[in-house]
């Protein structure tokens, strides 16, 4: 339950922030880029260890790569709205129903894993809380401020805003009719996902391919925020064994 609720309410926290603070594109940017340092860390110390250590064989990989490649093919239908690009479009040309789909799967997919995690507060839970929030902050700007929203019925931003907070409580939901056997492959996918969207963010190209301190120090503390969760996490693991 607590489970549920934190996802629902990352979603709606992060659109209600959008809504009100959309017009702010660099905190968007920065919250973006905060995100991908703590969620590449979450990857790389959590998924990864987990799904290698698995006994579902040694061709994870290639459901990792999967994880790569379905979310490029997802981008082709939200316009790189994890990454923070919604500036570059307009309503025209992201379309509200490409845009729910493409979100939909990717939260959907991302709920899968969750179904056999152990923990109610698993790092793997938090990195999907800590992603939801800037890409809930994007799409709340996106959808409430546009400037044909007050002519048209807030009714379709509110079902998409809808369905993307329920997506990945419904695929935790499925995930529970899953043979347990199977999360590291699920697993596997979604490590390939957040690989994807982290590294596109953080490896972007600066303005002028120029240093930029500021985003370095977001990664930096994004990144350590998912450090000291890892050291928390790994502490409470070794505690609840005993």
Same mark, same amino acid.
């Given at each position: 339950m607590i489970t549920v609720v934190l996802l629902i309410l990352s979603v709606i926290t992060g659109v209600f922030l959008g809504k009100h603070f959309g017009k702010k594109e660099k905190l968007a940017k920065n919250l973006l880029v905060l995100s991908a340092g703590f969620l590449i860390t979450i990857c790389l110390n959590e +998924?990864? /260890?987990? +799904?290698?250590? @698995?006994?579902?064989? @040694?061709?994870? *990989?290639? !459901?990792v790569i999967a994880g790569v490649l379905l979310q490029m093919i997802l981008e082709a239908l939200t316009k790189g709205f994890e990454h923070g690009h919604f500036h570059h479009h307009n309503e025209h040309n992201i379309l509200p129903?490409?845009?729910?789909? =493409?979100?939909? +799967?990717?939260?959907?997919?991302? *709920?899968?894993p969750l179904a056999n995690e152990e923990q109610q507060l698993s790092p793997y839970l938090l990195g999907i809380v800590f992603h939801n929030l800037p890409i809930s902050f994007i799409l709340g700007a996106f959808l409430f401020n546009r400037k044909n929203e007050s002519k048209t019925s807030p009714y379709p931003s509110l079902l998409i805003v809808?369905? !993307? @907070?329920?997506?990945s409580p419904m695929g935790m939901l499925l995930g529970n009719?899953?043979? /347990? *056997?199977?999360? /590291?492959?699920?697993?596997?996918?979604?490590? *390939?996902?957040?690989?994807?969207? %982290?590294?596109?963010?953080?490896?972007e190209s600066n303005k002028n391919h120029n240093i930029d301190?500021?985003?370095?120090?977001?990664?930096?503390? =994004?990144? %350590?925020l998912a450090l000291i969760m890892h050291l928390f996490h790994s502490h409470s693991a070794a505690g609840h064994s005993h």
């Open positions: +998924v990864f /260890p987990q +799904v290698y250590t @698995s006994e579902a064989g @040694s061709n994870l *990989g290639i !459901f129903v490409a845009l729910m789909v =493409g979100l939909f +799967v990717h939260a959907f997919i991302e *709920g899968i809808a369905l !993307f @907070s329920l997506a009719y899953f043979n /347990p *056997g199977l999360q /590291p492959y699920f697993l596997a996918i979604v490590g *390939g996902i957040f690989l994807h969207i %982290s590294s596109v963010i953080i490896f301190w500021v985003k370095i120090g977001l990664v930096i503390v =994004g990144v %350590s």
